[in-house]
C-alpha cells in the first residue's frame, strides 16, 4: 500500500464523519407535472399540510406519496372530494395503495352518477366505506404488518370506536416503502397530511394470524379451568399455567405435551382465587376474615413458595418492592409490619404498582389521583371532574385492580362504527358474538379469533383459550422457547472398578442428567456420574447420555466408555525441570523479529508466530517479510500448560517496516501523513535508480529537490540495500556512495 493510498483512506476515515445538511423547506404551490401516464396532474400544497389534487382528462394520471414503513404501520389521513366543474362535474377519484410498483389495494369513490365506494384487492369490497358526499371530510386508515403479508386492516373513523375490516390483498405485502397514489379520471380531491404509527403488539387479524397452535389431546385440561383470569403464558418454558377447578395449580408443556400439578391450593372454605402476573412472579391468592394465602410461581423455575400474612378484612393483594400489601375500596392500605395508611376521600378506582403506588379514587363527581412511595405517603396528583354514571366494574390487572364504567353492551353499527360505552378500559380483550375484539389505540380490532364457548386469558401479550380438553394460543411473539440444550462433551477418568463422567452441557435453563448402560439409569449430580460395576471385565462399552431442561428439550447422545478391572501400578516417571516465563517481548533486527523470553528453563517451552491472527511459523526468530500495512504480530509462548502471548505492532509502507512504541498506531500514521503532505509522492525508488554512482549526500539533496524527505529516503536505501538490490560503499575520502544496477530497481 503505497503512503498516497494509506492518506486516502484516512481522508475518507475523517470526512466521513462530517455531517452534510441540504435545507429541504422549498414549497411548491399551482404547478402541473406530468406522472409515469404522461397526462397532467396539478396540486397545491395548502398551509395546514394538505395537497389539492385535480387531473384534467381522461387519462388516469397520479400525485404520488411514499412513506416508510416498521414492523406494523398504520397509515392515515383525511381526504374530501369535488365536482370538478372544469370537465362538466365529471368525476372519479381513486387512491391506489402499491408496493415496488404493484398495487396491494385502490380505492374509487365520487365516480360519476354512480357514488359508492369500492375497495379492489384479491377482491371487491362495497360495504366497508362511504365516501359519498362532495365537501365533506372522512378519515381512512390502513394497517400493514409484516407478519400479516397477504391481507391489511382498513377501517373508515377518526381515530376513535372504529372496528376495522381485514382486506385480502391483491399482492402479498413485504418489507419496503409504501407509496400512495391520488388521482384517477379528472379527479378533484383534498388528502390532508399522511400521518404514521407504529405498533408493537398488534394481534394479527383474521387470515393472518402468526401463531394458532390449536392443541388436541385428552391430556391437556384434564380438569374444567377455574376462571377466564387464571392462565397465564410462560413461553420460556413452553408452559401454559392455569388453575383448574379441584384448586390445583396446572403447568402444561405445549411443546412436549406433558402436563404436572405445581401445586394444591387448601382453601377449606371455597374462597374465590384471584390471580396476577408481576414481573416474573405468578401469583394466585385467596382470603379469609382475617389471613390472605398467597401462591407465589417463579417463572424461571416454576418454585412455589406459600405466605400467609394478615389482611383485618382486605380482600385486594399488591406486590411492591417485593412485600405484599393488602388494601380495600374503602382507601385502606396495610403494609408489612401492620402500618396502615387510609386514603381520606372516596372510594378506590383503581390501583397499581410498579415503581411507585398509583391510586384513583372518586368521591361524588371528583376524581383524585395520588402517588405514594416508599415513604408511604399519599400525594395527590391530580383531580379532575366526571359525572360518573353506570357500573363501576373491577378487574385484577398485572399487579393490582383497574374498572370501567360500563353503560352498555358492545354494539356494531353500520360502516363498522362500534360503542362500547366504557372508560378506562380494564383488558384489551373483549368478547362480543363469539369474535374477540382487542381495544388498541383507541380502536377495537376484530382479532378474527373465534371465542368459541371457551374460558379467555390474556397474558404476555398473547390470548388463551381452554374449551374442553383443547388449547389454542393466540399471540404476535414466537410462543416457543429459545433456550434448547446440548452436551459439548464428556470428561472421563479411569481408576480401578471405577469410571466417572463429567459432562460439559450448555442450557440457560435447568436441566436433569442421565446415562443409560446395561440397560440401568444413572442420574447425575452437580453434572458427574460415577460408575462402579461387579463382575464386569475390563473393556470399551457404549452407553448414552440425556439431558432434559425445564423447556422440555431433549439432548440424547451415544457414547463410549472406557472401563477398568485390573489393578496395576503406575510406573514413576521423572519429573520434568519446571519451567516458568516472566516475561517476553519481541525486537526488529535486520528485517527480522526476535523474541526475548525472561524465566525459568524457558528452553522447554514452544513458541508459536502469528501474523494478523494466522500462524507464520516457531523457533525464537520470525523471518517472514510482513503485509504492507498495518500487522499485528504476536508469540504465544506454552509452558507447562500455561500460555504466555507476546505483542507488537508493526506498520510496514514501501516494505520498510516501523514498530509501533508508546506513541501508537494513531501517532505513526499522524507523522506519515504530516510528511505526506509537505512532500508530494515522488517514486523514491526511480530517485534512487537515477542517481547510482554518487554519493549519499548528493542523492538526498536530489530527493529535497523534488520535496522527497531524507529520512524517507534513508529508509529506503536501508531496505534495497537488505533486498540485495543496492549496496552502499566508501571511496578512499570515507564517503558513502551507492552502487546499483542498471536494471530497474522495483
Partial sequence: MKRSQAIAIILVISFSATLIHIPLDQQIDNISIPDATGASVSFKNLSNGEIDICTYNNTPSYYNITEGHYSQTEYSFNLSWFVNRQENGLTGNQIIVQQSNKTLISIEYGRVYDYSTTISGKENYTDILNFSKCLTWYNVSIVLSNNMKNHAIIMRGNGHNSIPYVIALKNPYRNGNITFMFGGKYSNQTIGRIAVKNYTGLITPRGAITHNIGLKSSNIVPYQVYGSSMAFLDSKLNSVIYLDRDMSIIRYNYYDGNYSAIASIDDPYGSAIHSFQHGGKFIFYYSTSDNTHIYSLNSSDLSVSRTVIQNDGATHLLLYREEYIMFNLNGTFIFPRNYTVNISKGTILSVNASRNIEITAFSGNTVYNYTMNNTMVPVISGTYSWNMTGEVIYSSSLNGIGYSIEYGPLKLKPYSYVYYNLSNPLHSIYENAGEIYEFIHGKFLNTGINANNSEISESSNAIILMNGLHMSIYSFDNVFSTDTIIVNNIIESVTYRNTTLLFNVSSALSYNLSVTIFNKTYYAHNNEISLTFNNTTSGIYNYSATAINTAGYKYTGNYKMDYNNTLYVKPVQKRKPV????????????????????????????????????????????????????DKISAKITYDGKVYTAEKAVIVLGNIPYIVGALGIGAIITIFAVETFYFNNTDIDDIIENSYGKTVKELIKTGRRKRASGRRIKYRLKALSMEGKISIARDLDNKKYVMANKRKIK
Fill in 579 to 630: 519451567t516458568t516465563v516472566t516475561s517476553a517481548s519481541i525486537y526488529e533486527k535486520s528485517g527480522e523479529y526476535h523474541l526475548k523470553i525472561n524465566g525459568n528453563n524457558t528452553e522447554n517451552a514452544t513458541i508459536a508466530w502469528y501474523v494478523n491472527g494466522k500462524y507464520s511459523g516457531s523457533g525464537l526468530v520470525l523471518r517472514d517479510r510482513l503485509p504492507e500495512g498495518i
